[in-house]
């Protein structure tokens, strides 16, 4: 089981960007998955998740209307667009197979923030 995250960069207050994370070795579609972030001197934040029930999805309020999560089942992919970005939004961004406790996390896509 792997999941590999990436999209992450630095981007002007106010910007988007869009983070991806490609599984393999399972069906994305047979999970909740979700993407959490953990920031310096912060606990970590859950800031998404989808369920592989109803596809329903959960967002916290510091993010809700400005991120989606979603998925690609044919190309087994998550995606977190993001927009109208914060500096508080700085963080390393993981994803997850299950949410909201998981099993297996990608690496870690790094978002900055700034100006």
């Known amino acids: 089981v792997q999941l590999q995250a990436s999209g992450g960069g630095l981007v002007q207050p106010g910007g988007s960007l869009r983070l991806s994370c490609a599984a393999s070795?399972?069906?994305?579609?047979?999970?909740?998955i979700g993407w959490f972030r953990q920031a310096p001197g912060k606990e970590r934040e859950a800031v998404s998740c989808i369920s592989r029930i109803d596809g329903s999805r959960y967002y916290p309020d510091s993010v809700k209307g400005r991120f989606t999560i979603s998925r690609d089942n044919a190309k087994n992919t998550e995606y977190l667009q993001m927009s109208s970005l914060k500096p508080d939004d700085t963080a390393v961004y993981y994803c997850t197979r299950g949410c909201p406790s998981y099993d297996y996390r990608g690496q870690g896509t790094l978002v900055t923030v700034s100006s």
């Open positions: 070795g399972f069906t994305l579609d047979d999970y909740n």
